[in-house]
């Protein structure tokens, strides 16, 4: 008798910034890889701190209703010579892990070293080559016309969204690298888990 197929597993990545929070979604059902989605969320520095550390929790917890994911995943490095950025930084985090406790979400945590050895196979590599990989693995088409979104402002185009402050339009934002490094990360916790079944199994 065929073993059942393992059930399809949702992944968010979360870069995250104060000023700039990259999420994406990907969905593993076998070895088929799914982008669900993508987001970037802007806040502005002329905004009040309370208000934009709101908006960014706000935005984290529609992307996890909206995609009901098994697992969120966020850089586990936080060190910038700038001590007010990696303050900024850290508050991002906070707000990210408060959305993911709020759902019941387990969340995990890799460094950039362990992203690039994941995707790329060696942890020298470069920001493009991990970008390339993402596209790859997720087989994307090339980013989506701009002016597509200007006829679509509330729209998901190219399976990816933006979210501005204050009018939070949708646009396209595959192009930041911010939205990049989400799916990077979520792609390298499905590579990792699948690594930990493959051990399992005797191989």
Same mark, same amino acid.
């Given at each position: 008798?065929?073993?059942?197929? $393992?059930?399809?597993?949702?992944? #968010?990545?979360?870069?995250?910034?104060?000023?700039?929070?990259?999420?994406?979604?990907?969905?593993?059902?076998?070895?088929?890889?799914?982008?669900?989605?993508?987001?970037?969320?802007?806040? +502005?520095?002329?905004?009040?701190?309370?208000?934009?550390?709101?908006?960014?929790?706000?935005?984290?917890?529609?992307? #996890?209703?909206?995609?009901?994911?098994?697992? *969120?995943? *966020?850089?586990?490095?936080?060190?910038?010579?700038? /001590?007010?950025?990696?303050?900024?930084?850290?508050?991002?985090?906070?707000?990210?892990?408060?959305?993911?406790? !709020?759902?019941?979400? $387990?969340?995990?945590?890799?460094?950039?070293?362990?992203?690039?050895?994941?995707?790329?196979?060696?942890?020298?590599?470069?920001?493009?080559?991990?970008?390339?990989?993402? /596209?790859?693995?997720?087989?994307?088409?090339?980013?989506?016309?701009?002016?597509?979104?200007? !006829?679509?402002?509330?729209? #998901?185009?190219? /399976?990816?969204?933006?979210? /501005?402050?204050?009018?939070? !339009?949708?646009?396209?934002?595959?192009?930041?690298?911010?939205?990049?490094?989400?799916?990077?990360?979520?792609?390298?916790?499905? +590579?990792?888990?699948?690594?930990?079944?493959?051990?399992?199994?005797?191989?």
């Amino acid at each position: 008798m065929p073993s059942p197929l $393992p059930s399809p597993l949702v992944v #968010i990545g979360l870069d995250p910034g104060l000023a700039n929070l990259g999420l994406g979604a990907v969905r593993e059902a076998g070895r088929e890889l799914t982008l669900l989605g993508s987001a970037l969320v802007r806040t +502005s520095p002329r905004s009040p701190q309370a208000e934009r550390l709101l908006a960014l929790y706000q935005a984290t917890e529609a992307f #996890i209703v909206a995609h009901r994911p098994d697992a *969120i995943v *966020i850089e586990g490095q936080y060190f910038h010579q700038q /001590r007010d950025l990696a303050f900024k930084v850290g508050q991002a985090v906070g707000v990210a892990l408060l959305a993911a406790a !709020r759902h019941s979400v $387990p969340v995990f945590e890799y460094g950039p070293l362990q992203v690039k050895q994941a995707l790329v196979g060696s942890g020298r590599a470069s920001k493009a080559q991990v970008t390339f990989m993402v /596209r790859a693995m997720l087989k994307l088409p090339t980013t989506p016309d701009p002016s597509e979104a200007r !006829r679509r402002p509330f729209g #998901i185009v190219g /399976r990816s969204l933006e979210l /501005r402050e204050p009018e939070q !339009r949708e646009g396209v934002s595959f192009d930041s690298h911010h939205v990049a490094d989400a799916l990077a990360l979520a792609l390298t916790h499905l +590579s990792y888990r699948r690594m930990k079944k493959l051990v399992a199994g005797g191989l």
